[in-house]
């Protein structure tokens, strides 16, 4: 079953810009969680978000989430290069297990 | 360096062989994971441990099994390999529950 929907698939912006991400979900949710793969390596925790916070702040990312649309946002900050790769949202389902997006594709263009 | 190491990195395969993608994890963590990831479907959970001496079925458990005889390795086997198999297959740990997962680097699988 595929919980987490990425939208958009793919993104090309120039650095400097900002890129947002977002991920709609189904059912309620303890946590979502973002990640990044870059090509070629296993996927990187970035992010979590609990279901009883609205936003959080990791250095250029900010996550929000809002339950009531079952929807987050990864949102990056003057993007860069090496912020090129693909991103991926995960839910919980409330169960212990996380289910993934099928991920959205970011390049970011020197 | 801590974290997961998946082997081998890549394998061609014949179809109706076996074969055993191997996964140690050096972070003392309770639960390990392997998922599939195909292109444009993400990543599929084949089997889990929460911890030494259990195992689960995940989203996607047929032609695969798993062992967990200690917390460090958790390998996994295709005991007679299929075409549909092919895939990229990631190995993760965590603490457990819904908590944040580390991940290996992946087997690339191709199974002709």
């Known amino acids: 079953s595929q919980q987490g929907e990425e939208d958009p698939q793919a993104l090309s912006i120039q650095e400097g810009e900002n890129a947002t991400m977002n991920c709609s979900y189904k059912?309620?949710?303890?946590?979502l969680q973002w990640y990044r793969q870059n090509s070629g390596r296993g996927l990187v925790h970035l992010i979590l978000?609990?279901?009883?916070?609205r936003e959080k702040h990791s250095g250029r990312l900010r996550v929000t989430l809002d339950t009531s649309k079952k929807s987050s946002s990864l949102l990056i900050t003057a993007s860069r290069a090496a912020d090129t790769a693909s991103y991926f949202c995960?839910?919980?389902?409330?169960?212990?297990?996380?289910?993934f997006g099928t991920g959205t594709r970011l390049q970011v263009f020197p | 360096i801590a974290g997961i190491t998946q082997a081998p990195t890549s394998q061609i395969l014949a179809a109706g062989r076996r074969m055993t993608l191997r996964c140690t994890q050096d972070?003392?963590?309770?639960?390990m994971y392997w998922y599939r990831q195909d292109l444009g479907l993400g990543l599929r959970l084949i089997h889990y441990?929460?911890?030494?001496?259990?195992?689960g079925k995940g989203e996607v458990p047929d032609g695969y099994s798993v062992s967990r005889a200690n917390t460090d390795d958790f390998p996994l086997t295709l005991a007679s390999a299929v075409p549909s198999q092919t895939s990229v297959y990631f190995c993760?740990?965590?603490?457990?529950?819904?908590?944040?997962?580390?991940f290996g680097d992946g087997t690339r699988l191709s199974i002709l």
């Open positions: 993760a740990s965590g603490t457990g529950g819904n908590q944040p997962q580390h």
């Open positions: 059912t309620s949710i303890n946590n």
């Open positions: 978000i609990r279901s009883n916070e």
């Open positions: 995960a839910t919980d389902e409330n169960t212990d297990k996380l289910i």
């Open positions: 972070m003392r963590h309770n639960a």
């Open positions: 441990s929460n911890t030494a001496g259990t195992t």
